[in-house]
């Protein structure tokens, strides 16, 4: 639920990006953010159908969660190591920022270890997210076989 709604938060901010700034290049991240809401919501239909035996999966949703978790791995994997490259070296992160008037290096290295960190938790859960829906579903499809 929460990788739902903080990548739908995602997802708002960059469809609000991509218009204001008439970007092209922002619907790559909108599709990238959007495979992490589209996982998040096809598992908690796995996750309905297996806690209610009557309502059965739809054919769609194992593929949707394979595809869509793929994307949304290789997104949190990026996205985990770029944050703990950042928390590691933030010196060095910084020498390549040109700060906004009016605002100090030591606020500016407190506000991007604050959203940096923010980052890792977010990738962190994630990557433990995709594993444990392919997991779920690698037992679900399990289960049912063995009821055929």
Known sequence: ??????????????????????????LIAIVFAGSIVLHSYAAM????SILHAEIPLNSQTPVGIKLMGYISLFIGLIWFVSSIMVLKNPGDFMKEMV?????????????MEAVVSFLFVFSL?????????FRMLKWYQYSRNQKS
């Open 45 to 48: 239909q796995l996750q309905k």
């Open 99 to 111: 700060l906004p008037p009016k605002v100090t290096a030591a606020e500016y290295l407190h506000f």
């Open 1 to 26: 639920m929460f990788n739902l709604v903080v990548a739908g938060i995602l997802v708002c901010g960059f469809l609000l990006f991509a218009g204001a700034l008439s970007m092209p290049v922002a």
């Open 125 to 133: 859960s994630i990557i433990i997210n995709v594993i444990l829906n």
